[in-house]
């Protein structure tokens, strides 16, 4: 098993050894990169580091990888323009490759890059994102479902 995120089609896939399942995605707005602060998606292998949010309802909102109590509606979203969201699961990512986005200052773990819902109302597959890959709320919930922990997950731009 693994996954492809395929960010010059703004997709994502799911290959297992019974097939293979694509979803539209939004990675980062500023681009591909492995710098720290830079807010760019970063490129290379990657696999999942921690599976978070099991069981909670749909649109459940997470600061610092905690569920807040809320749940996100269109309303909240007016009420709070500009926050950035994340919803219903997160597949949290580390690098594989020492130096590209592994340790020191491109550490992708250390940067916090999440495969994570988003906002439906919002969602387009367009680089929109601060760094992470956004999926809509039902797609991540089928692609969590399937994804254990050590999973690989492969960043390129075709």
């Not at 994502?12 to 990675?27: A, D, F, R």
């Not at 916090?112 to 797609?139: K, L, Q, V, W």
Request: glycine share 12%.
């Amino acid at each position: 098993m693994r996954v492809n995120i395929h960010t010059n089609s703004q997709s994502i896939e799911l290959i297992t050894k019974n097939g293979s399942q694509k979803w539209p995605i939004s990675t980062a707005a500023r681009g591909l990169g492995e710098g720290k602060g830079s807010y760019c998606t970063p490129r290379g292998a990657h696999i999942v580091r921690a599976r978070i949010g099991a069981g909670c309802p749909i649109n459940t909102v997470f600061v610092g990888r905690r569920p807040t109590g809320e749940i996100y509606t269109p309303e909240l979203g007016r009420a709070e323009l500009g926050r950035d969201w994340i919803l219903t699961r997160i597949l949290w990512l580390s690098g594989r490759e020492v130096g590209f986005n592994r340790l020191g200052d491109c550490d992708t773990m250390q940067r916090y890059i999440y495969i994570h819902g988003t906002p439906d109302e919002s969602f387009e597959p367009i680089p929109r994102s601060h760094g992470c890959i956004r999926m809509r709320n039902a797609d991540l919930i089928a692609l969590f479902d399937q994804v254990p922990a050590g999973t690989p997950v492969f960043i390129t731009e075709e």
